[in-house]
């Protein structure tokens, strides 16, 4: 059975009277890459700080590592590494300087640690030189690097991305899934980069105004809204094409989202079989435009009111 690394139960925070976090609760697990998505004022930041003793809960409970933070917060604090937004380097001192630095402010921290991890995160050839000359690329491998030093369980990761090209995130999204998958690490990763997280993560959590709209694996979250068709008739004939398309067993739902044009959606491999149906009842199909759903409509959809954030909807494994 996998080890539950995080586990955060009816987790609640007020701030100037007003509930900032409402209730959110999931776990991650040791081995996955899970996501953290919401839009902004959603209380990711804020869950953040609470994860790492910055701001105290007001009712819930964090357990790190089958410990909880609240009880027991050096034990349980000890087993995360972290890093929000950019990490905070030393940029006089040399790649080596600042590892050391922070190993001996961590205590118990060997010099043999420090090599393996300078080859873990591939920085040999730049560990002596200044920091200053690093690339963002490279000073975000040096903070994980600094963040791992003492074997964490969970690895906190504050919007890893931010600033890097192309080249830099597709680096990073390749170094923490070897993270997740060699080491073993729990990788939790909050972030508003849709497209990263869902190449990156195995699992996501989304939340919309401070509370958890969804939870679930990325394919299974994505597998909800099914993939959408859209189908351009001539505008006279769009009640009828509906009433057919919605009559067809593999159609789960067929809307008339303007004249001419309906929303379909279906297993996109019985597109023709559709269209014959139409064609054959007299519908004139114009176009057929074919859409996979990705995690950003899926994040779009579930995070305005229509999708549920001020209904509480929730997916599947919501809690």
């Known amino acids: 059975m996998t080890e539950t690394v995080?586990?955060?139960?009816?987790?609640?925070?007020?701030?100037?009277?007003?509930?900032?976090?409402?209730?959110?609760?999931?776990?991650?697990?040791a081995g996955e890459v899970f996501g953290f998505?919401?839009?902004?004022?959603?209380g990711k930041t804020t869950t953040i700080r609470m994860l790492v003793g910055l701001a105290s809960a007001d009712a819930g409970e964090i357990h790190i590592g089958g410990i909880s933070l609240h009880k027991h917060f050096p034990q349980a604090i000890a087993q995360v590494g972290c890093i929000v937004e950019n990490p905070e380097l030393y940029k006089f001192m040399t790649g080596r300087e600042n590892l050391e630095h922070f190993a001996r402010m961590s205590g118990g921290i060997s010099r043999e640690r420090i090599e393996e991890i300078v080859r873990f995160v591939d920085l040999q050839r730049a560990i002596d030189d200044k920091v200053k000359t690093y690339s963002l690329g490279m000073r975000q491998?040096?903070?994980?690097?600094?963040a791992l030093l003492h074997n964490p369980k969970l690895l906190i990761l504050d919007e890893p991305?931010?600033?890097?090209?192309?080249?830099?995130?597709r680096e990073l999204r390749q170094f923490i899934r070897r993270l997740a998958e060699e080491e073993g690490l729990a990788v939790f990763i909050s972030s508003?980069?849709?497209?990263?997280?869902?190449?990156?993560?195995?699992?996501v959590a989304i939340i919309g105004k401070g509370k958890v709209i969804?939870?679930?694996?990325?394919?299974d979250l994505m597998?909800?809204?099914g993939d959408q068709v859209e189908w351009s008739v001539s505008p006279e004939t769009t009640e009828a094409a509906s009433?057919?398309?919605?009559?067809?067993?593999?159609?789960?739902?067929?809307?008339?989202?303007?004249?001419?044009?309906i929303m379909c959606k279906m297993d996109t491999e019985r597109i023709a079989e559709a269209n014959r149906t139409l064609v054959q009842q007299g519908i004139a199909v114009l176009g057929i435009a074919a859409k996979t759903v990705t995690l950003e409509d899926l994040f779009l959809a579930l995070t305005t009111e229509e999708g549920g954030a001020e209904h509480g909807h929730a997916g599947p494994g919501a809690k």
């Open 6 to 29: 995080l586990s955060i139960k009816g987790l609640r925070k007020q701030m100037g009277g007003k509930p900032i976090i409402k209730d959110i609760s999931f776990d991650v697990y």
């Open 37 to 42: 998505l919401g839009p902004n004022g959603a």
């Open 141 to 146: 491998r040096l903070g994980i690097a600094q």
């Open 161 to 169: 991305t931010n600033g890097l090209d192309p080249a830099g995130i």
């Open 192 to 203: 508003h980069l849709l497209s990263e997280i869902e190449m990156m993560c195995d699992r």
């Open 214 to 219: 969804s939870v679930g694996l990325v394919k």
């Open 223 to 225: 597998e909800q809204f």
């Open 243 to 261: 009433r057919i398309l919605r009559a067809l067993p593999f159609v789960e739902e067929a809307v008339a989202s303007k004249e001419g044009r």
